[in-house]
């Protein structure tokens, strides 16, 4: 593997970052950076003309094309053009990805190396024989590395279920759990319209299942003369629909001997590939198994626990290997101590499928005596173009008991109105009687749709005002509402007793990437009528009753406002639950 790149081993003078990114982690990168004396440069797209990381930097520049609104990612902070010709007009001599848009592209880092910019990161190479999930495999096999078997999708000897996912990236995006072969076609089209949009490349991974595993991950740091450490691992086991939500370090559960084993192993890939900066391993925990999942090419958005109990600032680490110097420790003096525990704050209604929220925040107050890292300020607007996170929360304790308890008393001082966000959620779940003995998997939150309905739910067990049971103080019980419901995406509406909703509208800003029905069409309840991506992920719109389709409201490649009428069914006449999937 040839290892030169951007980051060989001469030494460089770094005095002016460009931080190709946006939101709390182009603030994280200014914030080292300052520490080290180093000037930065922040870009903004329309969207975020008024950003925190735009104020806060040395310099601000708009990216994009000047009679075009910028607000998309692809005009902006994945177009790599502008992005170049931003460090170039300000006179940058380096460039931090942050995580998620250009950040495990090879093809950005190669061209801040012929452009004459240090790219903090690793280099080409290893992005592109890591950052491909199949490539990756036989680095892993190479380096004794244990990893899941995976099917061709045609082949008689699938044994289901399975994972599909895209090969190119990670972040949940592409990704479906098959359990039959005849759900395989439509997660399979699904999973490659997702990879496509999300990384430009639509070939898919299937492999095994593992049913209750969990996700231990390493950080590693090596730099450009050969040495390679781990800085302990991470559980992150805590996701939802693939995207994780809580995070800590260390790992809770595992034995001392797997838990060397995970970390030697992340090493070792690290040394095959000829790695150099900060990289994160993942693994499928499952008894005293374990397999490779993914190794991600650069800083990873949960870096805060690792940082809280090493001491360590990863900025720093990355931008003194980008400069060409060792690595200022070695393995022996990397010392764990205490535990930390991160929560990703989402603009999200964990209700309603944990669909994707856009609009002006009121007031809002973060905790001060744990770390945050959020750019969300009072009367910020939350756009539709990006992430819905706005924010990290994380606190550190003695143990994990410790830190799970701070953290429950800094979520409670955490306050963000006019938007609807996962807080409430997020206080369910650490105060879940599951979480508070480590008993999850990655898949225990799809398996307990509920959780939400649980606002204040501790150990010991809901009280009466927790249920959503229809119980009332004074009065006769409501209907109970029926937690599946959460995942329709019609109107609130539909929860009136004696009602039958009729309409589909858009849960949230984005744009139709499919149509499945025809004016006229019989569907039966919950038959897919299309498909909205928004925040760059897909979200289903379902029939809300059995009945013939009456209207469709877009076209596939439209942008539709939040609210926008998409579909309308006139319900069957009693005894008629429709034939679905065609006409009459």
């Known amino acids: 593997m040839n290892t030169t790149g951007t980051n060989a081993p001469a030494m460089t003078g770094i005095t002016k970052i460009l931080i190709a990114n946006r939101g709390e982690i182009a603030l994280r990168v200014i914030r080292t950076a300052r520490a080290m004396g180093i000037r930065t440069v922040a870009v903004y797209s329309d969207a975020d003309r008024d950003a925190a990381h735009a104020v806060a930097a040395d310099e601000a520049v708009r990216i994009g094309a000047s009679a075009e609104d910028s607000s998309a990612a692809s005009a902006s902070y994945l177009n790599i053009g502008a992005l170049l010709d931003a460090a170039k007009e300000t006179g940058a001599d380096a460039v931090h990805p942050g995580y998620g848009f250009l950040s495990e592209r090879a093809g950005f880092a190669r061209a801040c190396g012929e452009a004459g910019l240090v790219f903090i990161g690793p280099t080409p190479d290893a992005i592109e024989a890591m950052g491909r999930k199949d490539a990756a495999r036989d680095v892993a096999l190479a380096a004794d590395v244990p990893v899941l078997p ?4 045609d082949s008689p000897d699938v044994r289901f279920p399975v994972l599909v996912k895209a090969a190119a990236g990670g972040g949940g995006k592409g990704m479906r759990i098959v359990r039959s072969a005849p759900e395989l076609p439509d997660a399979l089209a699904a999973a490659r319209r997702e990879a496509e949009s999300a990384f430009g490349d639509g070939t898919l991974l299937v492999e095994r299942y593992v049913e209750h595993g969990r996700h231990v991950e390493v950080q590693i740091m090596a730099d450009a003369h050969g040495t390679v450490i781990h800085l302990g691992e991470r559980d992150c086991s805590v996701q939802r629909r693939h995207q994780k939500v809580v995070e800590e370090s260390p790992a809770p559960t595992l034995s001392a001997k797997l838990r060397e084993e995970l970390r030697a192993a992340a090493v070792r890939l690290a040394a095959q590939v000829g790695y150099v900066n900060a990289g994160t391993v993942e693994f499928l ?14 800083l990873q958005v949960e870096h805060a626990v690792t940082e809280l109990v090493t001491g360590l600032d990863l900025v720093e680490l990355q931008i003194r290997v980008a400069r060409g110097e060792p690595l200022p420790l070695r393995q022996e003096d990397v010392a764990v101590s205490g535990h930390a525990i991160e929560v990703r704050v989402y603009a999200e209604d964990a209700e309603h499928g944990f669909l994707p929220q856009a609009g002006r925040a009121g007031a809002v107050a973060w905790p001060q005596d744990v770390r945050v890292d959020a750019a969300l300020r009072p009367f910020d607007e939350v756009s539709p173009w990006y992430d819905p996170m706005i924010g990290k929360i994380t606190a550190r304790g003695a143990d994990r008991e410790e830190a ?13 109105d006019g938007l609807t966000t996962n807080l409430g959620f997020l206080r369910t779940l650490l105060g879940s009687a599951q979480f508070a003995d480590a008993r999850i998997d990655t898949a225990w939150l799809d398996r307990h749709p509920d959780l939400p309905f649980y606002p204040h739910l501790e150990p010991d067990g809901p009280t009466p005002f927790d249920l959503r049971d229809g119980w009332r103080l004074g009065g006769p019980p409501l209907p109970p509402r029926d937690p599946s419901a959460r995942d329709r995406t019609g109107d609130a509406s539909a929860d009136g007793p004696g009602t039958v909703e009729t309409t589909v509208r858009a849960p949230m800003p984005g744009t139709v990437i499919a149509v499945k029905v025809t004016v006229g069409q019989h569907v039966v309840a919950g038959e897919p009528l299309g498909v909205l991506e928004a925040m760059k992920m897909e979200h289903t719109l379902t029939a809300p009753a059995a009945g013939a389709v009456t209207a469709v409201g877009a076209a596939v490649g439209e942008q539709v406002a939040i609210g926008a009428l998409l579909f309308e069914v006139e319900p069957a006449s009693s005894g008629d639950d429709g034939e679905g999937s065609g006409t009459r």
């Open 150 to 153: 995976t099917y061709h999708p």
């Open 285 to 298: 925990v499952t008894g005293d198994e374990f397999f490779l999942l993914e190794m991600n090419t650069r």
């Open 404 to 416: 799970r308890r701070a953290l429950l008393a800094a979520l409670d001082r955490t306050r963000v």
